[in-house]
């Protein structure tokens, strides 16, 4: 079991994803779209947002078609 966590500020523009409480990736950018690539194993993952939404992606596969 593997936890990902993602904060987003609006008013400074930062992205923080976190991987089991730690911090994998920080940026600081002010457009709606960012994009994390990592790996777990051998899977790739990534984490990408669309506008005010977040998206996890598991071998090119949405988490929420994988979840269902």
């Given amino acids: 079991m ?3 966590e ?3 500020s609006k ?3 930062r992205r923080r994803v976190y991987r089991d409480g730690q911090l994998i990736d920080e940026k600081q ?3 709606s779209v ?3 690539n990592f790996k777990i194993g051998e899977h ?3 984490v990408m947002q669309h506008g005010e939404n977040f998206e996890l992606r598991i071998d090119n596969v949405s ?3 994988l979840h269902a």
Wanted: no cysteine; net charge negative.
């Fill in 11 to 13: 008013l400074s523009g």
């Fill in 34 to 36: 960012y994009t994390h």
């Fill in 29 to 31: 950018i002010f457009e």
């Fill in 44 to 46: 790739t993952l990534v």
């Fill in 2 to 4: 593997v936890t990902i």
């Fill in 6 to 8: 993602v904060l987003s």
């Fill in 63 to 65: 988490f929420t078609h």
